[in-house]
């Protein structure tokens, strides 16, 4: 999930790619820009699903967290889009009420340090993002 | 001493980008009403400025990612004046289809996820689910099959690419299109399920005398093109909007008030089509319509969830109407040359008219630009709703008030982010 063009917001967009290098015909790859209601659609049928965005909670620029929807409720103040109406968290909480939600879903949350223009990671955000590829590959 | 409240909402929520409410009260009277819009201003019609006309359509488009289409269409009709292109009539078409799927994926994400909870008591949507998850899968699957429609014939959900100055990019197959009719009707049985569902809410008392501002077809319910009118006098050509309505800053707000020059506040959206259109929609929905206690002229805004369910069911039916009329055209798009001049665009957005003005130079480039928002042609309207609200509410409790404010405001489905090319509700009792 993310802008490309927000500098750290496009970290998961990122990630996504070097993911989609991989070329593990196991699991599909979608970028997406924001929408909730669309994103209960996109992993319905799916049984294991990650999602990965950036955050900005204002701990250490870089922090990684990593949230099981099966067992934790999602902050809905976390993954916001103050332009969005229907945010991921609140997309995670609906699919938990009408029963929709995947056997497995993780939801992997980078705090940003720039939200600006750009298309460069910061240095914290960019090591980070190694660090959640090789935990995804050795994952799957 | 008069006592003295003020109601505040700091954030408003369920609304499109960022805006605050403000109520201020002296003893039974109130003293002043802000939407306090502080989403920050935009500057879309300056760097317009020097691009060339091509690339408006996917600029504007980004004003929005709920209304990208309102935006695309309004500046293409703009450019398509000024170059003389005429579309053939299945391109025309084919843009209305996709335009029925911003109306669609926009009225349904509103009425279901924004507005509803607002009826029946809940904090949010997700509340709303515990207890009526029906209702709320049918309105999640009536918004997807609008998404799928815009992601069909735009090329993508949000943002869509393939509208251009002249026709498509790529023009979409027959069987392509069919494949959604399925859905489509599916979806257009479950609006008529959702209207019935909406028609159950308890409508809270207000009536206003509203000037009511939309586009008029001569055969069609308006949304792609269409004369300016106003239940008051006003029926103009789109290009005499600047002699007709202004534009002006108002200090607690980073988005333009507009006004009618010789009367003021005005109501544009999903009422004021209805009431001046309803002669335009087919026979059928106007039973319906009428079986659900509404016709012209309606003047009670939280009624408009419910003419939102009636446009829904309208866009279904049109969309199926003009997928089993398409044929594919040869030709996705008119081949042109740039020209100097002055062109207007004017479109129904979901929330009403989207306004835009442009002039061009000799070789293509953008001179001028001016973009009216439908939020912004709202605002004035939606505070002096509220400054009736309170006034006749006076005694509710604060609580109950600020809730019914909020759910005030969110009958017009106000996109924040849209007008600043604005919502936060704030209650003081002074």
Known sequence: ?140 | MKQTKTLKVDYLARVEGEGGMTVKMSGDKVTEVRLNIFEPPRFFEAFLKGRSYKEVPDITSRICGICPIAYQSSSIQAMEQILGIEVNEQVRTLRRLMYCGEWIESHALHMFMLHAPDFLGYQDAIELAKDHPDEVKLGLFLKKTGNDLVNLVGGREIHPINMRVGGFYKLPTKAELNSLLDNLKKARDGSIKAIEFLATLEMPSLERDYEFVALRHESEYPIDSGRIISNKGIDIDISQFESHFTESHVEHSTSLHSKVIERGNYHVGPLARFNLNFDRLPLSIQSLAKSVGLEPECKNPFKSILIRGIELLYSFEESIRIIEQYERPDEAYVVHEPKAGVGYGCTEAPRGICWHRYEITDDGSVATARIVPPTSQNQGTIEDDLRQFVSENINMPEDDLTWRCEQAIRNYDPCISCSCHYLKLKFEQV
């Open chain 1, 1 to 140: 999930m993310g802008n490309q063009f927000r500098s750290d917001d496009s970290v998961g967009v990122l990630i996504a790619r070097e993911l989609a290098n991989n070329k593990d015909p196991n699991y599909d790859i979608v970028e997406h820009q924001g929408d909730g209601a669309t994103l209960m659609d996109l992993w319905s049928g799916f049984d294991n699903v990650i999602i990965i965005d950036a955050v900005s909670s204002g701990s250490e620029p870089g922090n990684i967290f990593r949230l099981d929807a099966n067992e934790q409720k999602i902050p809905t103040e976390f993954f916001n889009y103050s332009t969005h109406a229907f945010s991921v968290a609140e997309a995670v909480e609906m699919a938990r009420t009408l029963g929709t939600l995947p056997k497995q879903m993780i939801l992997y949350g980078i705090e940003g340090q720039n939200f600006s223009n750009g298309t460069e990671l910061t240095e914290p955000v960019r090591q980070s993002m190694q660090t959640i590829i090789e935990e995804i590959i050795l994952s799957l």
